[in-house]
């Protein structure tokens, strides 16, 4: 299968079905660390101010080099579609490339998208040439919109970003899945490695998460659970589950038996 | 002259150009991006870009996130 199965993007394959974030880690060497053990071959990274007082700081992407890995900027903590269009235009400027996940922030307490914020920067950025992947509710309507306006893929969350609830609701995901032409990718709520494979059980084509590997108790650990998860995942999916049955079925034969 | 550079008033020569302001904070040859007065420069325009006073620089980088 190697090779066969690849996760196309943005007109790339990668082998990885598994993109991670490189937030909230100890330091920049666990988090290459952690990003090694999970596999990934994209990255989802921020922009933020330099910091004026200390600029000659370390930077991230001296352990992450672009060379290596496929840099995918965010546009979190944005509250709106000018901040998040003015975040993905300085973004590409710094000179990573067109990719920019939109994560438009609609509410404080639970990060829900705004999802007509979301929609028309996601508008105004594909025309610029942007490949955009927006984060989203998991609402069928919202991603066909998001679709329509041609984004390189769509990302329902799981649960609320960062609560390791799960995937709370694997219908919609379906629908989400059935009706979407580009790749369905799973963005937050992820909590355990067997969360990352029920997502690919389910037919999503990638899980994109963060906190679920860097707040884990041995972050590099579990950034290998992850991957494993998300490999056996997607053999489970591309094999065919069987189908869930009230009563038994015996595994062994009945004819010769001892009388 | 003052500039507002990231928030922040900093006092620095008349006709300071943009790749010398981006160089003096150790960032040349860096992955940033810069804005002035809301606009974005491009790279190769950092050289022949002077500030004036009171011009509004926003020098950003990427740092760890989800």
């Given at each position: 299968?190697?090779g066969e199965?690849?996760?196309e993007?943005?007109g ?21 660390r952690?990003?090694?053990?999970s596999g ?6 921020a ?5 004026i007082t ?9 352990h ?22 003015r ?5 590409r400027?710094a000179?990573?490339?067109n990719l920019?996940?939109?994560?438009v922030?609609?509410?404080?307490k639970t ?5 007509p ?11 610029e040439?942007?490949?955009v ?10 991603c ?11 990302m329902p969350?799981?649960a ?10 694997p219908?919609n ?7 979407s ?7 937050a ?7 990352a494979?029920?997502?690919?059980e ?5 899980v994109?998460?963060?906190t679920?590997i ?7 650990l ?26 038994a079925s ?10 | ?30 992955r ?5 007065n ?9 050289p ?5 006073a009171g011009?509004v ?10």
């Amino acid at each position: 299968m190697d090779g066969e199965d690849d996760f196309e993007l943005g007109g790339r394959r990668y082998r990885s079905r598994l993109i991670v974030g490189t937030g909230k880690y100890a330091d920049f060497a666990e988090t290459r660390r952690a990003i090694d053990a999970s596999g990934a071959e994209i990255v989802t990274v921020a922009v933020r101010r330099v910091n004026i007082t200390d600029p000659g700081r370390e930077n991230l992407l001296d352990h992450v080099p672009p060379e290596i890995f496929t840099i995918l900027p965010n546009t979190a903590g944005c509250s709106t579609a000018e901040e998040a269009i003015r975040t993905a235009r300085l973004a590409r400027e710094a000179g990573v490339g067109n990719l920019v996940k939109i994560e438009v922030i609609g509410d404080e307490k639970t990060l829900f998208p705004d999802v007509p914020a979301t929609i028309e920067a996601s508008r105004v950025l594909v025309k610029e040439g942007f490949l955009v992947l927006p984060y989203v509710t998991d609402d069928p309507v919202a991603c066909r919109r998001l679709e329509d306006v041609g984004c390189a893929a769509v990302m329902p969350l799981a649960a609320p970003i960062g609560s390791g609830l799960g995937i709370r609701n694997p219908y919609n995901l379906k629908i989400i899945i059935e009706q979407s032409r580009v790749p369905v990718i799973v963005d937050a709520g992820v909590g355990c490695a067997s969360d990352a494979a029920r997502a690919l059980e389910l037919g999503c084509d990638a899980v994109l998460m963060n906190t679920a590997i860097a707040g884990a108790r041995d972050p590099v650990l579990m950034a290998e659970a992850m991957r494993l998860g998300v490999e056996a995942g997607r053999k489970s999916f591309l094999a065919g589950r069987i189908p869930r049955k009230l009563h038994a079925s015996a595994s062994s034969p009945i004819e010769g038996m001892l009388d | 002259m003052e500039i507002r550079l990231n928030g922040e008033t900093r006092t620095v020569e008349d006709g300071l150009s943009v790749a010398d302001l981006v160089g003096s904070l150790g960032l040349g040859g860096r992955r940033v991006a810069v804005e002035l007065n809301r606009e974005i420069l491009a790279r190769e325009d950092y050289p022949a870009t002077r500030l004036a006073a009171g011009d509004v620089v926003e020098v950003v980088q990427f740092v760890g996130g989800g």
